[in-house]
């Protein structure tokens, strides 16, 4: 088992930035895929970020260029900044695990924290 607990979610201004925090704890986080994914009100939950295994970045075209993520193996822990954000970015941000390649589709993760908030005004 892996538990997420995700971090550093709030209100800013479009423009502004963020960044989220996951820490895992459990099994080896080393051994697991990470995922950003968000859900708005009233819409399916959306990739944002994926680090895989040995470090390889993804993201959705929507965000590619304002956000980045990354992942500190020995902290247990992964991130994603958040710059240059549009009130369109708002939503619940959601850290998640899994234990093979990254994939966009989010019932394909084993593991899931619990999210945070992400409000950003117009």
């Known amino acids: 088992q892996v538990q997420l607990v995700e971090s550093g979610g709030g209100l800013v201004q479009a423009g502004g930035s963020l960044r989220l925090s996951c820490a895992a704890s459990g099994r080896t986080f080393t051994n697991y895929a990470v995922g950003w994914f968000r859900q708005a009100p009233g819409k399916e939950r959306e990739f944002v970020a994926g680090?895989?295994?040995?470090?390889?970045?993804y993201y959705a075209d929507s965000v590619k260029g304002r956000f980045t993520i990354s992942r500190d193996n020995t902290k247990n822990t992964g991130s994603l900044q958040m710059n240059s954000l549009k009130p369109e970015d708002t939503a619940v941000y959601y850290c998640?695990?899994?234990?093979?390649?990254?994939?966009?589709?989010?019932?394909?993760?084993?593991?899931w924290g619990q999210g945070t908030q992400v409000t950003v005004s117009s």
């Open positions: 680090v895989n295994l040995a470090g390889r970045t």
């Open positions: 998640a695990a899994r234990s093979q390649f990254i994939t966009i589709i989010a019932n394909t993760y084993e593991y």
